[in-house]
């Protein structure tokens, strides 16, 4: 070893890191014996799994060529890729799913850049998902597909963009009724979140399906999905409406008081004043639910809606491809945890963006 490694060894090893690793992973006897344990379990666990999903895989071909190996079929996700995607959709109508996930991809990548918080993004949100919903139902550019034959990946991204954009205003107005010095708001609002909260996610989608149609005059006429999305924002609204209520209360009383003394009446003090500093509080509390939420969409199968995880559940029922579920829930599972992953680290990400001073003087308000 060169005297150069030498001494970049010895610098690596006075590092921090290094020490918080050290201290971690071996600081206490009990800690080094965790460490040594979760290595013999992972040394245990992983060749194997390494050996079935990558070295013995099957990467291309039918399903006699998986049959004849012992590792996974990776072959039966390259079959059943676009169904996973796009479910009963019409083949040759596919574009237009795909169009609606770019769409939506771009509108939530655009969200995100605190650069684009203008009113105009509004205007996108609401124009993205008016088109996304004009193209899937062939509704201005026929034929026309019902919604019984949506499904896969970009059902899952519609109806969380859709739920998640309309249970945001809606949790802010109840988060300010919930603080309202008006009794008779306030008390209504308590009761809409409590009862939301206090009510499983499953019997919401089935009031949706079932109750719905008999309480609402000629309920039938109402499309299913159009039910399960508005009861399913409801429901995510009384979520978000605790998460911003929490961020309202940790804004010091001094904030109004300097805003009423500009001259500033409630909803320009809350706009201008007490929501920005408040949701700048609550971005991993949004966050968190906002992933929740995406992964509760799974729940939409009890209803026969096929979302991406219920697609690729019935992609591994095919006579051709029986039986390769491993592979199905494999390969869901790690689309779930790109799209969570990527949301978790997003969050990190503008925490740190929106803590430092320029950014909070010079935010967008227009």
Known sequence: MSISEALAARQWRSSPTFQTFRVGLFGTPFNSAITIATLALLGWAVPPLLRWGILDATWTGTSRDCAAASGACWAFVGAKFRFILFAFYPPVLQWRPLLVMLLLLALLFFSA?????????????????????????????????????????????????????????????????????????????VVFIELMRGTPMVAILYV??????????????????????????????????????????????????????????????????????????????????AIGFLLATSLLAVIGIFDLLNAARSSATDPQWLGYYDEAYLFVGFVYFALCFGGSRYSLWLETYLRRPDRGRSAPHG
Do not use: H
């Open 208 to 289: 949706a399906v079932l109750i719905l149609p008999m309480a609402v005059p000629n309920g039938q006429l109402i499309d299913k999905s159009v039910r399960a999305i508005i009861m399913i924002a409801l429901f995510w609204s009384a979520y978000l409406a605790e998460v911003v209520r929490g961020g309202l209360q940790v804004i010091p009383t001094g904030q109004y008081e300097a805003a009423t003394a500009l001259g500033l009446g409630y909803w320009r003090t809350m706009r201008l004043v007490v929501l920005p500093q408040a949701f700048r509080l609550v971005i991993p509390g949004v966050v968190n639910l």
């Open 113 to 189: 850049q605190p650069r684009f918080w203008r009113k105009r993004l509004l205007v996108a949100w609401f124009a993205v998902i008016g088109l996304s919903w004009t193209l899937m139902s062939g509704t201005l550019l026929p034929p026309t597909v019902p919604s019984s034959q949506w499904g896969g990946l970009v059902v899952t991204l519609l109806v969380w963009s859709i739920c998640f954009g309309l249970a945001t205003p809606l949790a802010i107005l109840l988060a300010l009724a919930r603080r309202s010095g008006m009794g008779g708001l306030r008390t209504l609002a």
